[in-house]
């Protein structure tokens, strides 16, 4: 089944499904449009990077099934925001 992913852009949140991943970035299903350059931050609930740590990833392509993010580093998230990403 397709593994859910939560991502974050422009102060507003999303979800998706991960339909391809890789080392080098990730293909997001989702009707949510977005433009080339776009910054995304993301998590990936129950992977190693899950536990207070956010991807970065920006836009690099998109289709009307979804969006191609390539992985630009990791952030840290911060507890003060009061923001859980994995509900």
Do not use: H
């Not at 080392?23 to 776009?38: C, L, P, W």
């Not at 740590?53 to 952030?75: D, Q, Y």
Request: aromatic share 10%; net charge positive.
């Amino acid at each position: 089944f397709p593994k859910t992913v939560y991502f974050t852009s422009r102060n507003q949140y999303y979800r998706g499904s991960i339909d391809n991943i890789s080392r080098g970035g990730i293909f997001i299903e989702t009707r949510d449009v977005f433009t080339i350059g776009q910054t995304i931050n993301l998590v990936i609930p129950g992977t190693k990077i899950d536990k207070g740590v956010m991807l970065k990833a920006e836009v690099v392509r998109f289709s009307e099934t979804g969006v191609g993010l390539a992985f630009k580093g990791i952030l840290k998230s911060d507890p003060a925001l009061g923001v859980n990403l994995a509900n």
